[in-house]
């Protein structure tokens, strides 16, 4: 059984950063790629951000582009997102995911394994 655990989240101002991080654990295995999803009270489940492959080929969503950046350490499995230049659109539960292999549609939340129960990002104007 894999578990992923997200931490970081909290309150910050417009304008502020916040660094969220993701651990998988619990059997030995290297995920091929693990990303950010994201969710606004109201709104459907998006996708936010991934790392992937043994390059570690990244992906974000138009409206993060320039101001996230996701990481991750391998030795670790964990996964880094930093959000900097936050704003109150941005305000959501964050959760990580989690794919072990290769998939085709990296913004579909279907093609991942494992899903973290999230962590709140609140952003005030």
């Known amino acids: 059984q894999v578990q992923v655990v997200e931490s970081g989240g909290g309150l910050v101002q417009s304008g502020g950063s916040l660094r969220l991080s993701c651990a998988a654990s619990?059997?030995?295995?290297?995920?091929?790629?693990m990303g950010w999803f994201r969710q606004a009270p109201g709104k459907e489940r998006e996708f936010v951000a991934v790392?992937?492959?043994?390059?570690?080929?990244?992906d974000y969503a138009n409206s993060v582009k320039g101001r996230f950046t996701i990481s991750r350490d391998y030795s670790k499995n964990m996964v880094y997102l930093q959000m900097n230049s936050l704003r109150p659109e941005d305000t959501a539960v964050y959760y990580c995911?989690?794919?072990?292999?290769?998939?085709?549609?990296?913004?579909?939340?279907?093609?991942?394994?494992?899903w973290g129960q999230g962590t709140q990002v609140t952003v005030s104007s």
């Open positions: 619990g059997r030995t295995f290297s995920p091929y790629g």
């Open positions: 790392v992937r492959g043994s390059s570690d080929n990244t």
């Open positions: 995911a989690v794919t072990t292999y290769y998939r085709g549609n990296y913004y579909d939340g279907s093609s991942y394994d494992y």
